[in-house]
T-cell receptor, first 114, second 117 residues
Framework: EPEVTQTPSHQVTQMGQEVILRCVPISNHLYFYWYRQILGQKVEFLVSFYNNEISEKSEIFDDQFSVERPDGSNFTLKIRSTKLEDSAMYFC????????????FGEGSWLTVV | AQKVTQAQTEISVVEKEDVTLDCVYETRDTTYYLFWYKQPPSGELVFLIRRNSFDEQNEISGRYSWNFQKSTSSFNFTITASQVVDSAVYFCALSGGWETSGSRLTFGEGTQLTVNP
């Protein structure tokens, strides 16, 4: 069964460092997403991406975050200068279409900022 | 704004008991979609079901069943004859339809289900 894959599964980084989280969405999907889950809390939407541009972003997704689809398969989330409060599980997700289509999640990348 | 409320933070049952996880939602959209996801201890989010606002038929899949009631804005999830492997956090989520800005999911706080042997 096709799945969303994410790397790394766990990363520890120093505060102020840049981090890139990588994802390979399901191959025939057109919409890509990043969500975040701080330990013990609910899952929060960060950004959606379609046709090589951001289609929607939340208030969490400020200037220190960026997303990119550098080639035909990868989708990345960059955090420019990490803060302690960026420590969380980051989920990449994809869906075939928009408008309520089922969103499939990867296994997550656990980011620890020290 | 959309909102999902899962009032039960934690539920603990003994194996083979039936358990119902509650989900109440708020939305102004006439077309919307409801989801349940399972998050086992390993951390991934596993899709369980998707329902659109026009389809109020209850659904059964093995030991899982879902009761969608538009009149009470609820989408409850029942596990029949629970098993230890059902232990996980369960999230209810809501997204808009074509009328709104897209399919961003709004999640509830989650219910931690523990099934004891």
């Amino acid at each position: 069964e096709p799945e969303v894959t994410q790397t790394p599964s766990h990363q520890v980084t120093q505060m102020g460092q840049e981090v890139i989280l990588r994802c390979v969405p399901i191959s025939n999907h057109l919409y890509f997403y990043w969500y975040r889950q701080i330990l013990g809390q609910k899952v929060e939407f960060l950004v959606s991406f379609y046709n090589n541009e951001i289609s929607e972003k939340s208030e969490i997704f400020d200037d220190q975050f960026s997303v990119e689809r550098p080639d035909g398969s990868n989708f990345t989330l960059k955090i420019r200068s990490t803060k302690l409060e960026d420590s969380a599980m980051y989920f990449c997700a994809s869906s075939e279409r928009d408008g309520g289509n089922t969103i499939y999640f990867g296994e997550g990348s656990w980011l620890t900022v020290v | 704004a959309q909102k999902v409320t899962q009032a039960q933070t934690e539920i603990s049952v003994v194996e083979k008991e039936d358990v119902t996880l509650d989900c109440v939602y708020e939305t102004r959209d006439t077309t919307y979609y409801l989801f349940w996801y399972k998050q086992p201890p390993s951390g991934e989010l596993v899709f369980l079901i998707r329902r659109n606002s026009f389809d109020e038929q209850n659904e059964i899949s093995g030991r899982y069943s879902w009761n969608f009631q538009k009149s009470t804005s609820s989408f409850n999830f029942t596990i029949t004859a629970s098993q230890v492997v059902d232990s996980a956090v369960y999230f209810c989520a809501l997204s808009g339809g074509w009328e709104t800005s897209g399919s961003r999911l709004t999640f509830g706080e989650g219910t931690q289900l523990t099934v004891n042997p």
